[in-house]
C-alpha cells in the first residue's frame, strides 16, 4: 500500500480540540460539548457521561476451567496487546482508515480489546476483515485476530486463483475458523506448555468471534462502478456511506428487526452453521464509502437516522487524518462502552 499523504488532515478550529466547555453561570456547572464536537476527553456525540474519568486498569491473568485441567490463559498481560490501533493507506483510487478500539468498560476492568481487524491489498484488490471477540471468552481477543487475518488470506488466495464468483466462502470460514483453534491452542502452550489439543467446543468456550469480510477491485468498471463481494457471520455489520442517501445497511441490523426481541447470543467462529451467514455483491460508486464495524459503534449508530449517524455521516463524507479517525471511533456517548472498530474504504 502506499503511504498516505493526510489531505484531510485537522487545518480548522472545527477540527481541533476545544478548550474546557465554559461554565453555566445560572448553575456553576460546565455546559455540555456540543454533538460531534472535541470534549475534554476526546470526541463526543452527545452526552459524553463520566466513565472517561475512570484510569484504565492493566490486564490481569485468569484461570479459566477447561473439562478436568485448570490452565493459566494469561490474557494480553501487561500491556502486550494494545489499547488502540489503527491505519491509514491510499490504494490506486481509494482510500483506506481502520481503527480499533478498546473500550471503556474493558479499560477499566483490565479485560484486553476484543475487536479487531485485518487488510490485505494486491494489484487487483483491496479485502478488509473486521472482528468482534465474543465477550464471555478469556481468549477472544485472539480468535478475532486470528479470523480476521485468517479469513483475508484466505479469501485473497482464492481471488488470486479465480474470480469473484468463484469465491468458495465456506472455506473462507473453515480457514478463518482453523486459524482460531490454532490462536488458542498456541497461546495455551506458549503459556502453560500444555500441548494436549482441545476439543472444538472447548476452543470455543475460550474464544470465538463475529466477523465480516469484504473485497473491494482496485479498478472500477466502464460505469465507474466496484462490484464488492461481502460476507458476515454474527453480530457485525456493513455499510454503504453515499451524501445522497446517508447510512445504508447492506447487512442486517438490530433496529430493523421489526417485532422481534434482540437476543445478546450471536454466531460465531470457530463454531458454524451452513445457515448462520449473510453473504452479498454491494456495488460501489465513486464518492461512496464502504464501511464494515463492530456493534460497538454499531448499535450506537442504529438504523443510521439518529444523532450518531448524522455526526459520523458528516465527518466521514471524505476520509479524515487516519489519528483523527481512530478518534472519532473512539467517540465518547453515555452507556455506550463496548469495544469499537471500524474500517472504511473510499471510492474516488
Known amino acids: 500500500m502506499q503511504g498516505d499523504e493526510h489531505p484531510h488532515a485537522a487545518s480548522s478550529d472545527e477540527d481541533l480540540p476545544d478548550a474546557e466547555p465554559a461554565l453555566d453561570k445560572a448553575s456553576g456547572a460546565r455546559a455540555p460539548a456540543p454533538p460531534g464536537r472535541w470534549a475534554g476527553k476526546g470526541f463526543a456525540i452527545g452526552d459524553p457521561g463520566s466513565h472517561r474519568d475512570i484510569l484504565p486498569r492493566l490486564t490481569v491473568p485468569s484461570r479459566p476451567e477447561i473439562g478436568p485441567q485448570r490452565f493459566a490463559a494469561l490474557v494480553s498481560p501487561g500491556w502486550r496487546r494494545p489499547d488502540t490501533v489503527f491505519d491509514g493507506a491510499r490504494c490506486g483510487a481509494l482510500t483506506v482508515r481502520a481503527a480499533s478500539t478498546r473500550g471503556d468498560s474493558h479499560r477499566h ?78 497461546s495455551i502452550a506458549q503459556e502453560t506448555g500444555e500441548t494436549t489439543p482441545l476439543a472444538l467446543d472447548q476452543v470455543a468456550k475460550l474464544a ?110 471524505r476520509p479524515p487524518d487516519p489519528h483523527l479517525f481512530a478518534a472519532q471511533v473512539d467517540f465518547q456517548r453515555m452507556t455506550y462502552t463496548d469495544d469499537r472498530t471500524v474500517v472504511g474504504i473510499w471510492s474516488s
Do not use: N
Open 208 to 317: 470465538s468471534t463475529a466477523v465480516v469480510f469484504t473485497a473491494v477491485p482496485m479498478k472500477a468498471d466502464a460505469e465507474g462502478i466496484r462490484r464488492c463481494i461481502l460476507l458476515q457471520v454474527g453480530d457485525v455489520s456493513a455499510w454503504a456511506l453515499s451524501v445522497g442517501d446517508g447510512w445504508v445497511p447492506l447487512t442486517e441490523i438490530k433496529s430493523t428487526r421489526a417485532g422481534e426481541a434482540v437476543s445478546g447470543a450471536t454466531s460465531a467462529l470457530p463454531l458454524l452453521g451452513r445457515d448462520v451467514w449473510f453473504q452479498s455483491a454491494p456495488e460501489l460508486r465513486q464518492g461512496d464509502v464502504l464501511m464494515l464495524m463492530t456493534d460497538g459503534v454499531g448499535d450506537a449508530l442504529g438504523d443510521g437516522t439518529g444523532e450518531v449517524g448524522q455526526v459520523l455521516g458528516s465527518v466521514w463524507t
Open 109 to 186: 476492568e483490565g479485560i484486553p480489546r476484543q475487536d479487531d481487524y485485518c487488510l490485505l491489498a494486491d494489484a487487483g484488490w483491496l479485502i478488509a476483515a473486521v472482528a468482534d471477540g465474543v465477550s464471555q471468552g478469556e481468549l477472544s481477543h485472539l480468535a478475532a485476530d486470528a479470523a480476521a487475518a485468517g479469513g483475508c488470506r484466505s479469501l485473497l488466495r482464492q481471488l488470486h486463483a479465480g474470480t469473484a464468483e468463484q469465491v468458495d466462502w465456506e472455506r473462507v470460514l473453515r480457514d478463518s475458523a482453523k486459524a482460531v483453534v490454532q490462536a488458542v491452542h498456541q
